[in-house]
């Protein structure tokens, strides 16, 4: 159980394109999502954080109009990077919470994006 | 953002020897995770620790939380090849650890020679 899937897992595109990533609970529903960004050999860095239905809560220094998060529904939320540059290549992870007791996050397995 | 400060970075043994890493803060953290990422994989969570003190074994893997909340370890006891990736210990600030923000380390790079 607690499956979290992200999609797509790779993708290469040209700089000026706008890249969705989404991230489905597969066997729950997720109250809460978090979207991390990792470069090479570094830790992971929350982005920001959606509630169903609200406004995602961004990290300082992230700039939520380069990076729109909807979480429309308890089983999805996307994040949109906009006009994507080379300087956005990361891998993008999300986590999935049901809010339950004990429960704690799942992550997805990631998506690879590269920006020519 | 904030991170945690996890050591060794990097660890090299040999197959069938313990290993111990730790994470600390200058932050209190009610909760302490420790996770294992492979390459091109999210982070999988091995133990879940919820109370200062707190002691608990998953395998071959052992975890504390400190008494202090500023700092937990993992021990991996009687390594194996598949034990290979990156070890991240991260922290819950806020008191619901399913649903407040994690705060991860900088990780530990495990690599095991048979």
């Known amino acids: 159980g607690a499956v979290v899937s992200q999609h797509p897992s790779w993708v290469i595109c040209k700089s000026g394109t706008s890249v969705k990533i989404e991230c489905r609970s597969l066997?729950?529903?997720?109250?809460?999502m978090f979207w991390y960004r990792q470069f090479p050999k570094q830790s992971l860095m929350l982005m920001a954080t959606?509630?169903?239905?609200?406004?995602?809560?961004?990290e300082q220094g992230v700039e939520k109009d380069k990076f729109l998060i909807n979480h429309a529904s308890l089983t999805l939320s996307t994040l949109t990077v906009t006009s994507a540059h080379p300087e956005d290549s990361s891998f993008y992870i999300c986590?999935?919470?049901?809010?339950?007791?004990?429960?704690?996050?799942?992550f997805g397995d990631g998506t690879r994006l590269s920006i020519l | 953002g904030q991170q945690l400060n996890q050591s060794p970075q990097s660890m090299f043994i040999q197959e069938g020897e313990d290993v111990s890493m730790n994470c600390t803060s200058s932050?209190?953290?009610?909760?302490w995770l420790w996770y294992k990422q492979d390459p091109g994989e999210g982070p999988v969570l091995l133990i879940a620790?919820?109370?200062?003190?707190e002691l608990t074994s998953n395998g071959r893997l052992t975890a504390q939380f400190g008494i202090t909340r500023k700092d937990s370890f993992l021990n991996i006891s009687a390594s194996i090849p598949s034990d290979v990736g990156i070890y991240f210990c991260?922290?819950?600030?806020?008191?619901?650890?399913?649903?407040?923000?994690?705060?991860f380390g900088t990780g530990t790079r495990l690599q095991v020679f048979p």
């Open positions: 986590s999935a919470a049901s809010g339950r007791t004990n429960q704690p996050q799942h």
């Open positions: 066997d729950f529903q997720a109250t809460t």
């Open positions: 959606s509630n169903e239905g609200s406004k995602a809560t961004y």
């Open positions: 932050s209190i953290f009610n909760t």
């Open positions: 620790l919820y109370k200062a003190g």
């Open positions: 991260a922290g819950v600030g806020g008191l619901s650890y399913n649903t407040d923000k994690l705060i």
